[in-house]
């Protein structure tokens, strides 16, 4: 079977095909950095202007590249939350007007399982599973005893991972959003501010990163009303190094409480190359499947919601037209 998927719940318009679980036949993202870039992060009302420009010519682009034509098409899914309510907008009118004209089924898809399924596209997942969902808007540890079913057992209690990657790049002066060039920084700085490492004794599987977030920006004020210039690759190194310490002691602390057989790790943060070495070791000498999706793939794309919404659909899931964005969806 062929699934249309869409995604647009932030600042990437996306259109994929998939054929059943895993075969992704087109993958069409238009990315929107470059319009929110001068106002230092995601403006909502460009965002969903953007949206409605760009969904078209995906939609068209994501058939075209399939090979496929349209009336092969078994069921359209989209993402209807979490995220910007009308950039979610955009997505959930066209999936739901595609669907109607073309006598389709309507799956909806959350945001969190498409990162998570995005592991699905590279391997096939072995059950039980832990997931650490790194984004610009999530950071969270879900724990998955079977396809399609959702514990979370850990979340920020403040920031996400991904957002004070973007605020501490932003007082840094780096272009947004900054988490890579922080991750490619960090390579030739050493983590000499020793910056805190927010909850990480405490049983909890919960995160906290705007008292790093705070200290981070205390250092660089400090620096600058003593006239002095800090190093930007020290800064980065230090940074990343707290940030990347305490994901992965509260991973295996989740590890511990929940023997898995897989570990996946997803969203945007799970690019960092920094996170992806340090978890490789860290869990080593475990019998576990590490998943790191392809780079390409952590970001937001369609191909990741049309690996969510396969599962769904044949667990019987689907929504009728009265469907509408959620912004505040939970998994
Ligand atoms: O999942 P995503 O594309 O969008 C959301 O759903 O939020 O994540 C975007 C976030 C941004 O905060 C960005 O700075 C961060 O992912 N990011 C990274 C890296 N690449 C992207 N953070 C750290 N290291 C990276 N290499
Ligand atoms: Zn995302």
Redesign the pocket.
Known sequence: MYILAIETS?DETSVAVLENAADLKSNVIASQIKSHQRFGGIVPEVASRHHVEQITICFEEAIKQSGISVNEISAVAVTYGPGLVGALLVGVAAAKAFAWANNLSLIPVN?MSG?IYAARLVEELTFPLIALLV???HTELVYMSEDGSYELIGETRDDAA??A??KVGRVMGLSY????E??ELSVEGSDIFNFPRAMIKEENLDFSFSGLKSAFINTVHNAEQRGEELSIADLSASFQAAVIEVLVAKTLKALKLYPVKTLIVA???A???GLRQALKQATADMDIKLIFPPVKLC??NAGMIAAAAYVAYSKGVSADLSLNAVPNLEL
């Open positions: 932030c945001h990162h984004s610009g808007g991904g957002e990657y973007d959003p900054s988490g890579k922080i991750d969203g945007g943060v690019a960092n190359q970001g937001d």
